[in-house]
């Protein structure tokens, strides 16, 4: 990039409002490396997620929003773990350099940054197509991180807040016939809207989880999609895993309960991704702790199953019958290919 | 990306090719996040860059090289701190799925990664435009990095190997008019693409240059624009620093001077970039054991002038003449707009 550019990318990028006192940063932006000190008895816990414009956002979304989204879906991945953040780097294709463009996404990123306390710590600007790669770096105690791989038989399974959301926003966000974002209540509106770019990231939710949860996982593809992720990655042999979950106790928005017709609900709900709740198994003996836990974060925290012997994810309904979830049907609401 | 992708891409990034047996991995890919274990003593050093199609390197190159070339750049950052590599994440943005293209771009990232003992520890991998993101990390023991702010008057600048063939090797491997890769000679052809696609990152030098070497950079913009960096940094309020380079010292390849014609050589060598050899500053009474030291790596480490009260980099020519470095005049060799 020309000179100018390249200075006023570095006037955005290298301010107080993206630096927070955290222990174990030695060195941040401006060198070769960043330099971080990670304390005895703590592991680095480390995760990476690009957005591609048409791809994973609409063409022309707002700046600020991006900068939430990128940064967020990272730091869910972190809560996913139990790991607290430390801070991120940041790699940002841009076709060109408009002054408006980067005050908004710094905007946006320092927001974001000061509400977790993540500072930046170094990355790379390039010209090219709009890409956002973020990588978050955060500390758990060594040992202590919440992995995928610890769920068993009789484990509750539990989400934090609300599903689906994101997956029902997704239509009026790119504008697709018939869904109309400014035919809304605003309430609804502000809902979707921040569903999609402003996804939860529940660092506290997953530091809270220590030592409580048997497996963790953020909802990116979808519940459906995640809890398998789990089950598989705990399957011990031949000794496969499966979910029961309770179809009248997912829980879901006023907005979209308002939104979306029954039939769609459950299949959206578990299906639709972008949700960056975390799910999580709990072991029987230490359900009401973990409840208390996240009680106490002030955090909506629902049982939605258990896990089961067998493979696959089954749906009891409300009289007891238990069926193989089906996600089809409610496909023409999300991009089909979002990856 | 439709499942049959992600399982091919799974494939060719979870092989035991990419997996070293380093100290300080906990948990590489395949969970929310990887996990690393930092040493008492050490810091962790971290770099992250992005290669853009039709930016960094020319539409249609060969899948092997890109996976070099961009492990490479960010391994020589680690080099230029001092930091012993042991681990990479990678952010894949790729238009479609070929498997040839992934079969080869695992070929050259497992050759990278195996000679250099860096392991896969996660990353993403998306629909996009061909977008490639790696962050390395690296470890060097605490307050043993190579800073860029270290440098003082009188300090010799050095550089390790030659400078100029990644400059020289754009327009061929650009197919610009004039430049025709196939009428070089073998030799030439062969130390021209490995100078653009298989950079040196010179890690070993750097680690053997903790402890002697005041200030260091790895040279991506060339050693003119990297070395004011250098003196920028380690300028201390009024206090500023500049350079005197010896024309006649600046190293160059047998390729490069058979092809680039006398007038051109110097500002091509000096302003040319994308070099990734190692640019230092060492104080009078460490020079003679840092050349040691580098001898000892069987690596050429030149002396191509020193730091001098100033500004800005001059040139000595063999009658003594100092003068300012000119850069024009050699630039219808590069890219103009290459960041």
């Known amino acids: 990039m020309a000179l100018a550019e390249f200075e006023l990318i570095r006037q955005y990028f290298n301010t107080a409002s993206l630096t927070f006192p955290r222990p174990g940063i030695v060195l941040g932006p401006g060198d070769d490396c960043a330099l971080l000190a990670v304390p005895a008895g703590s592991h680095l816990a480390m995760s990476m997620d690009t957005l591609n414009e048409g791809v994973h956002f609409p063409a022309g979304a707002d700046a600020a929003d991006l900068a939430q989204r990128c940064l967020r879906v990272n730091l869910s991945d972190l809560a996913a773990m139990g790991a607290e953040p430390v801070g991120f780097t940041l790699a940002l294709s841009l076709p060109n350099v408009s002054e408006d463009w980067l005050q908004g996404f ?4 320092s927001q974001c940054a000061s509400q977790y306390q993540c500072s930046l710590l170094g990355g790379d600007t390039t010209r090219g197509p709009l890409t956002i790669t973020i990588q978050v770096h955060g500390l758990v105690p060594a040992g202590q991180a919440l992995r995928r791989n610890g769920a068993r038989v009789g484990d509750g399974i539990y989400v934090t807040g609300v599903l689906g959301d994101a997956a029902l ?92 017709a029954s039939p769609d609900r459950l299949a959206m709900a578990l299906g639709g991704g972008d949700d960056y709740e975390l799910c999580v198994t709990v072991p029987p003996a230490r359900e009401a702790q973990a409840r208390a836990a996240l009680q106490a974060l002030g955090l909506q925290f629902t ?29 023409h609401f999300g991009m089909d290919d979002n990856e």
Chains 1, 2 share one sequence.
Do not use: W
């Not at 710094?106 to 990123?109: D, I, S, T, V």
């Not at 309904?317 to 996600?327: K, M």
């Open 106 to 109: 710094n905007r946006g990123l």
């Open 169 to 260: 926003a997704l239509p009026y966000l790119t504008h697709r016939p018939g869904f109309d974002l400014s035919a809304l209540n605003p309430a609804d509106r502000e809902t979707l809207q921040a569903a999609f770019y402003r996804p939860p990231a529940r660092t506290a939710a997953g530091a809270a989880l220590r030592g409580l949860a048997s497996a963790a996982i953020d909802v990116s593809d979808g519940v459906a999609s995640d809890l398998l992720h789990i089950l598989d990655a705990s399957a011990n042999g031949d000794a496969m895993l499966g979910a029961v979950l309770d179809g009248g106790n997912v829980p879901v928005s006023q907005a979209f309960a308002r939104l979306v």
């Open 303 to 331: 049982r939605i199953g258990e896990v089961v012997a067998g493979s696959g994810i089954m749906v009891r309904d409300g009289s007891g019958v238990v069926q193989p979830l089906r996600l089809n049907g409610y496909r």
